[in-house]
């Protein structure tokens, strides 16, 4: 590769990277190149996605990101040219301990403040969104039907197909292996393939953002956490699809319609982080279990398929954005902590914005990097 310059670098090309990469174009901003290692775009994390689009969150600032991003999904087609399905069939959290039914008020409070007709539920109304869910233990729910689920893979095939359009360059097969600095500013990143000049590089390496602190001696709490999930045969008798994205907070699995079967899906709270993604068929069984033990006609399903992929953790499950003060043009878009799609229309607009003007119509200062140094930080509670 000839030496390459450019105005801003992004570094991954997943459903973060190439949303920002588009909004930047999209205002105008067209000296934006796209690096990943991988051959296509979207190979980590946002492959593995279960396509889940909520705006029922526990902190403001989360459904800040949802409330926008809900948009930016609706008007997809008008703003990217692409047309995909989002099927808006509501996020259903149910409840089926006592100490849980305070927190689902106070969320749902939360999230009405920002206009958002999100109710909560008594058991009979739970039963009656969703008649396939074994009630008995239940005691509350929450339901918001502007949620739902799409497939992310559309979505970032919109995005990179949008922003190459516009001028975006991507590219493929080609590790970032070095930051460039100097005197505690940027100037690009090395590469496999050379090296890339840059005042401004943004991270949004996901679940591997964490290695791109190291190369600049910064760190970037985001741990990779192995998630893994499974796709039943068809079902085609007891339920009508789409159902509505279920959660069981109790336990945690979450499930909702896909390919005329179930998806299914659960977080190992005891998951020490690594890079691993291999699929643990014990732990497709446990995931098994309890969803049939929320969905009881589950019991007579066959699962089709199961996989593994990685979590971008943060110590309180949201998102870094903005620039690190250590190192002037260099900017962290990573720690999703597993809503990286729902959040990734949003956070390319804000992204663009802040880089553009350094004025993003939210205000991001919430998800600084700093607050790791300073402490005291806002657990998100909705995290599955
Ligand atoms: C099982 C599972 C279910 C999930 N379900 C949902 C859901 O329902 N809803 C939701 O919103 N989110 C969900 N997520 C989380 C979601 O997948 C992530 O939050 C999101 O994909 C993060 O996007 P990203 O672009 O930041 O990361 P990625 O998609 O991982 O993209 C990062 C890119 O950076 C590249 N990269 C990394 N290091 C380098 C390097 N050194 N050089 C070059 N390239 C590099 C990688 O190749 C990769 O393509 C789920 C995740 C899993 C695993």
Redesign the pocket.
Known sequence: MAELSCDVVI???????TSIAFHLARAGHRDVVV????IN??????S??????RAQFGSDINVQLSKLSIELFESFERDVGVSVPFHQVGYLWIATRPEEIPLFRRNVELQRRRDLDVRFLEPAEVGQIAPYVRLEDVLAGTFHARDGYAS?ADYLTGYHRAGTALGVRYLMQ???TGVLARRGEVAGVRTSRGEIRAPRVVC?????SG??GEMIGIEIPVAPLR???FVTEPITEGLRHPIPMTVDYTSGVYLHSESGGILA?LADKNEPPSFNQNVDYAFIERIAELAMHRVPLLESATIKTGWA????VTPDHHPILGELPELRGFYVA?G?S??????APATGKLMAELLLSGRPSIDLHPLRWSRFREGNLNQETHVI
Do not use: N, W
């Open positions: 570094i991954g090309g997943g459903i973060i990277g690096v990943d290692r991988e775009p979207g190979m980590g994390s946002t593995k996605a279960a396509g889940g689009i992310p080609c590790e970032i949004a390496a996901g679940a591997y290695k791109i998630r893994q999930c899906g992929g990685l979590y971008e990573a999703f597993g809503h990286g799609v729902m959040h």
